[in-house]
Structures are given as structure tokens and as C-alpha cells.
């Protein structure tokens, strides 16, 4: 016996030693970013994800997880960060997608982490030419992203639309989605939007419309990059005949050469697909210019510009459209955050469209039909007394129209709600929105021409700087909170604090809990969802902007939010842009911000007449505000702030850069096309005007803030 068990148990080591000799399989990881249809579609299913920019296809940013609620968010704290390589405003919402954190960052730049350890797995960099700023109306963002089948989908602020591995953050294949040449001035398009994925197509729009280009929404094969099809919101030059009935039928709302400077409608924003009804629904913009005026002398509505349309996502066909904004004049854009939802009306549970508008009206539309359902002011509001629920049209007051006098609008060009995302609770039917009380005064120019540099407004840009000097007595201002909206009696539950300027956008979990930013005021809350009792808040050290989402990884419940803008201190102060993800019992903490120390301002004195001021005050709205900012402070190091240049104290060196394009190597092109020796002048004179005003009110150097949660 004792040599037969000898013999096995040489067996068996003979066994052993030969599996060792052979090589070890490794375990196989599991592709990246395998989002499929079939797990777009039921998403919110799926909570532990958030596959997609508003959680679901409904687009409510609504979260089933409730491990955090009411009773455990006072234990929430910081679990890990990740900074960016950026200095810029952040307004990108994460996806979540299989243990991997993807977000995108300014400059249209993608990052990958870990989601449990905040490890960097890789980073991608479309390395958009610094110049394209120029073409750019309203920040060097990027809003969000797409996940589809192993890939990452971006739209950059050069236009294009790019595939990325999900793995590796290499491209897979790169779009441009303009037609024509990319060297042509008139094609100045960029994208701050978040894809969408439909039936394994890619859906996005492109900003402009503010330069003068024509809106449009494109559908793109995600496999290929081929484009599906192509809808423009307005229609083009009659000569060259319409591309669809849709265009025929807007045509007949517009008079003059609109299309000459393209008539607007960009597509910069809200988009949102519906199984339900199997309809793609996207908001427009503004016309151009804004002033309605200079484009179009008879005064029509001008379809399809400040509305909400529907088309079929196969073939981009048109089926409805809800006009928000009848010739608009005021660039109230319909391109807030929209969501479908389940709303009972007069005892009738009804499929809905919903938006709270910047106009400052909220729509409540049958998503099958577009038919209105209500339409109720949810901010303060003087350009219209109200909007009639049998034609659909806004009661608009004479005077808002500026066209014999200015007008001191409210909600002002920044809207009564912005790109901020807003958040439905089926739990509460309320839905969250992220609200700005702001005032705006119109001012009609009367010199305007229509311009290849620049913005083309046809509004006279010194006017916010002068009309409140002749009439203090107006409201003037930019305030921001969130409330809480019921959409089926057009009434608001709560408000939330006030701050100065916007706040940040939304999101809803079954916690009974909403996350919120609160933009300037550098802290990310939490309130109650049915009461609006803040319960938590986190002090960011920078603004927060962007919508939250939230995800389960291993049992535990995270909230990921991207945080970075300018605070209160202006532009001197740090912008400390990262990824910030929170658990319960988290314990980690930022790194101590540093007090910092305004750089000095030596403007040489002012010698120029205040109506040369003025006039260096339009041009520079007009044509530097863009990159440079408002009165030349703008943020990060991409361009330089123009307050301290040295460049100030000769006229010389002035237009040697302005005129003669001494600094075109690093983007900064010769405006000689379009500013003569004279308006080289008055805008020298005008940013010595904000760099002397500017240092009166130099603030004293300023303390670090608190690092934790209160």
C-alpha cells in the first residue's frame, strides 16, 4: 500500500510540475465602455452606471441609488481628487461607465480615472488651435461627452466630432462637421455640446451664432464617422432652392438677406431622445444678429430660431416644432436642458416634454404632439405679460423691442436659466432648476454692418457700461439660485440661497436628496429634496458649475462632480479645476489653498475724450471680448489680460499688435480688415479706462479658504 501511494503521489508532482510548464493565461479584461442600445434604453434600470450626459435617455438626472439620503449625507466626505492640466471654466459632466470615470475638460480635452482610486488611466488633447478662441462666443468649454460600443465621443471647439478608444484614449476616427472649407472665415463653428447616441448614430449640434453662421443638427454613423444626415434649423439662400419641406415652409417667416450672415439657430445644447415616441427632440438659438432689426426688415417670426423641434432620429425628417421666442430680439436661445417625464394634468397622466426656458417662461409640451400645455414664468420677467396657451405665443410688450429706446430686459441676455442642468424627482414630481434673476439693457446699433471678425449683434456693446450711469435707479445685476418647480400647476415649492451670478446645475436621487453647485460661491450642496433644507455642503475652493452624477462601485455609493471657474476675487484669483468624488466616511481632503496676491496695475494715465471711450467700449465688445473677456480679464494664461500688458503705454506697440499682427504666430490675428488708426485708439483708450477703474477697486490680498465640509 505504502508504494502505490508513493507512486500517486509522484504522479501527481509529475502533474503539477507539467501544468507549470505551461504559460499561465491571463485573466481577460473586459472591453471598455461596452455600452450597448439595449442598455441605453433601459439606463435608468441600470443605476449603478451613468452611461449617459443626463443619466438617461429622459435626460432627468435622476439616480435610483439611496445609500446616500436624508440620514447618512452629513457622514459624506471627500474620496479622491484629480486635477486638471487647465486653469479654465469646467462645465463637463461625467459618464460612469463599467468602473471608469470619463470626463472632459476645457479646450474639449478627455480625461479616463480609475472610479474607485482616482488613478489617471489616460488623457486625450485634440489640440485645437489656440486662434479658434476667436470663433468661440462664451468660454473654452466642453459640456459632456458620449459612451457607445468600446468608444468615447467628443465635439471640439474647432468642430470637429471624435471617436475615441475608450481603452487607450486613442482617436478611432475624427469628423469635421461643417461643410466647406475649414480655412473659410465664414464657417466659424464650434462645439460645447454633449453627443447624444441614437440607434448607433452620434447627434450633435455646433455653437456660432453669435459670428454668423447657419444652425444645424447632424446625425453621424458611430462605427464610421460618415454622416447619417444633416437637419438646418434655417433656412438657407432662396436662390439655391430649400432642402426640405421644413425649409420651404421657415422661409416664408423671413425677409432681406438673412442668410448672408448665415440667420443663427445653432443647436448649441439641449437635445434629448425618446423612446416613448421615437422622436429626437433639440432646442435652437438665437437669430443673427440678435437685434431683429438688422435681420429681418419686415419682422417675422423667423423660423426656426428660438424653438424646440422634433424630427424622426432614422432620417432627421421634421414632424413638430414649438417656437418659444416669435422673432426674437433678445437672444433667448430654447437651448436650456430639456426632459421628458410623466405628469398628471387635470387628473390624465400625460408623456411630456419640459423646459424652463431663457426667456424665463417654463413650457410643459405633449412630447408626442408638441402641443402646449402650460407655459408659466418662473423668474421675473418684463419683455412679455404672459403667453397665450391657444396660440402658443408670447404677449410681448411694445417697448421690450427697443426699437425707439433702449430697454433694461429681465430675464437679461443671461437668461432666466442657462446650459445648467436641471433634475425631475419622480419621487417628488418637482423638478430642480438652476435659476437667474439678471438684467440686460438692449441697445440697438444703428451703425451696424455685418462683419467676418467678430461678433455681428447689431447692438451697441457700451451700452450695459453707460445706461446704468445715466439711470441708477434700474435694476441691474446677475443672481442665481435653484428652486424647485412643479410643472403640473406651474408653481415653485422652494428656493434655495442666493448667489452673484449663475449657479450650477442639478441632480435628483431616491435618497430624497439634491446635489447641487453653487456656481461662484465655490460649494457643492445637498438639500432636501421635498423641503429644499440644505443638509450638506463642501467648500470646492472654486465654482461649481456642472451637473453631478452618481454611481455605485463595489457596494458603495459615490458623487462625482467637475469643478473649476472663476470666484469672487476676479481674475487674479486661483481656479483650482478638478474632479471631485465623494463617499460616505470619505476622508481625504485638498490640498491648502494659497492666498494669493493681485499682480500690480500701472495703466498710464488717461488722456482720451469718454466719447472716445465709448466708442473704444463698443469695438472691443464687438471684436476682443470673446477671448480677452469683459474689459480684458480674461482667465487662464491662453490669453494674456489685457489690463497689464505693457503694451497699454504706447500707441505704437499697440497696433503693431492690433494692426500690423506682430502676434499672429500665437493667435493673435491683425484686426487692420476691420479696426481702423482711429479705432485702434479708442481701444487702447478704453482698456486704460477698465485698467484705471479696475485698480481703484483692487481688492486686498486674500486668505485661504476652509478645506472641509462644516
Not at 468661440?136 to 471647439?157: D, S
Not at 437651448?335 to 431663457?358: C, E, I
Not at 443672481?479 to 440661497?497: I, R, S
Request: proline residues 6%; hydrophobic residues 40%; neutral net charge.
Amino acid at each position: 500500500m505504502k508504494h502505490h501511494i508513493r507512486l500517486a503521489g509522484l504522479g501527481a508532482l509529475l502533474a503539477v510540475s507539467l501544468l507549470g510548464c505551461q504559460k499561465a493565461k491571463a485573466p481577460v479584461a473586459p472591453p471598455a465602455a461596452q455600452v450597448t442600445a439595449e442598455r441605453l434604453l433601459k439606463a435608468a434600470d441600470e443605476p449603478s452606471q451613468w452611461m449617459t450626459y443626463g443619466g438617461s435617455y429622459s435626460e432627468q438626472r435622476f439616480s435610483k441609488l439611496a445609500k446616500i439620503n436624508r440620514d447618512t449625507v452629513k457622514t459624506l466626505g471627500l474620496s479622491w481628487f484629480a486635477d486638471y492640466d487647465t486653469n479654465l471654466q469646467q462645465t463637463g459632466t461625467p459618464l460612469f461607465v463599467d468602473g471608469v470615470l470619463y470626463v472632459s475638460t476645457a479646450w474639449s480635452k478627455v480625461y479616463a480615472f480609475d472610479a474607485k482610486t482616482g488613478k489617471q488611466l489616460w488623457q486625450y488633447n485634440p489640440k485645437v488651435p489656440g486662434e479658434w478662441a476667436a470663433k468661440v462666443c462664451c468660454g473654452l468649454v466642453n459640456r459632456g461627452i458620449a459612451a457607445y460600443n468600446g468608444k468615447i465621443y467628443v465635439g471640439t471647439l474647432d468642430a470637429r466630432l471624435v471617436a475615441l478608444d475608450a481603452k487607450t484614449g486613442s482617436e478611432a476616427w475624427s469628423t469635421l462637421t461643417f461643410e466647406g472649407s475649414k480655412d473659410d472665415p465664414t464657417n466659424r463653428y464650434s462645439i460645447t455640446m454633449a453627443p447624444r447616441i441614437v440607434k448607433g448614430k452620434v447627434m450633435i449640434g455646433a455653437s456660432g451664432g453669435e459670428f454668423g453662421v447657419r444652425g444645424w443638427i447632424a446625425a453621424y454613423d458611430a462605427e464610421t464617422g460618415k454622416q447619417v444626415w444633416r437637419f438646418y434649423t434655417v433656412p438657407g439662400d432662396p436662390a439655391k432652392g430649400f432642402e426640405n419641406e421644413a425649409m420651404k415652409k421657415a422661409a416664408g417667416t423671413w425677409s432681406g438677406d438673412w442668410y448672408k450672415v448665415g440667420g443663427g439657430g445653432t443647436v448649441w445644447d439641449a437635445a434629448v431622445y425618446d423612446p416613448t415616441t421615437d422622436l429626437l427632440y433639440f432646442g435652437t438659438g438665437n437669430g443673427t444678429p440678435w437685434n431683429q432689426a438688422a435681420r429681418d426688415p419686415k419682422g417675422g417670426d423667423n423660423l426656426y430660431v428660438a424653438s424646440i423641434i422634433a424630427v424622426k432620429p432614422d432620417t432627421g425628417e421634421y414632424v413638430w416644432h414649438y417656437q418659444t421666442t416669435p422673432a426674437d430680439t433678445w437672444d433667448y436661445d430654447a437651448v436650456s436642458p430639456m426632459m421628458t417625464a410623466d405628469v398628471t394634468f387635470d387628473g390624465k397622466p400625460r408623456h411630456v416634454l419640459l423646459q424652463p426656458n431663457k426667456n424665463g417662461f417654463f413650457y410643459v409640451l405633449d412630447a408626442a404632439s408638441g402641443e402646449l400645455l402650460r407655459a408659466d414664468a418662473f423668474t421675473e420677467v418684463n419683455w412679455a405679460k404672459g403667453v397665450d396657451l391657444k396660440t402658443g405665443r408670447p404677449t410681448v410688450v411694445k417697448e421690450a423691442r427697443y426699437e425707439k429706446k433702449p430697454f433694461n430686459l429681465s430675464p437679461g441676455v443671461q437668461g432666466g436659466h442657462g446650459w445648467h442642468s436641471n433634475a425631475f424627482s419622480p419621487d417628488t414630481g418637482l423638478v430642480y432648476v438652476p435659476t437667474q434673476r439678471a438684467y440686460f439693457p438692449m441697445v440697438g446699433d444703428p451703425k451696424y454692418k455685418p462683419s467676418d471678425v467678430g461678433y455681428n449683434l447689431a447692438l451697441d456693446f457700451a451700452a450695459p457700461m453707460t445706461y446704468y450711469q445715466k439711470n441708477p435707479a434700474e435694476k441691474q445685476g446677475f443672481v442665481g439660485f435653484l428652486q424647485a418647480w412643479d410643472p403640473a400647476t406651474g408653481k415653485m415649492v422652494w428656493q434655495g440661497e442666493e448667489n452673484q451670478g449663475p449657479t450650477g446645475g442639478a441632480m435628483a436621487t431616491a435618497g430624497g436628496l439634491v446635489f447641487q453647485g453653487g456656481g461662484a460661491a465655490s460649494e457643492f450642496r445637498a438639500y432636501d429634496a421635498k423641503s429644499g433644507e440644505k443638509l450638506w455642503s463642501f467648500p470646492t475652493q472654486t465654482a461649481v458649475l456642472a451637473g453631478a452624477i452618481t454611481y455605485e462601485l463595489e457596494g458603495q455609493q459615490y458623487v462625482a462632480a467637475s469643478v473649476g471657474g472663476q470666484v469672487p476675487g476676479g481674475y487674479f484669483a486661483p481656479n483650482y479645476s478638478r474632479l471631485l468624488v465623494f463617499a460616505l466616511d470619505g476622508k481625504a481632503t485638498l490640498p491648502a489653498a494659497q492666498a494669493y496676491t493681485p499682480p500690480p496695475l500701472d495703466p498710464p494715465a488717461a488722456t482720451a475724450t469718454a466719447e472716445v471711450v465709448t466708442a473704444g467700449g463698443a469695438l472691443y465688445g464687438k471684436y476682443c471680448s470673446a477671448c480677452h473677456g469683459q474689459s480684458g480679464q480674461t482667465r487662464g494664461s491662453t490669453f494674456p489680460n489685457l489690463m497689464i500688458t505693457p503694451l497699454l503705454h504706447t500707441q505704437e506697440g499697440f497696433n503693431q499688435v492690433v494692426l500690423q499682427g506682430a502676434r499672429s504666430e500665437r493667435g493673435m490675428a491683425s484686426f487692420a480688415s476691420v479696426v481702423d488708426a482711429a479705432g485702434a485708439e479708442a481701444l487702447r483708450a478704453y482698456i486704460i479706462d477698465r485698467a484705471i477703474e479696475a485698480k481703484k477697486a483692487m481688492p486686498p490680498p486674500v486668505s485661504a479658504p476652509k478645506q472641509q465640509h462644516e
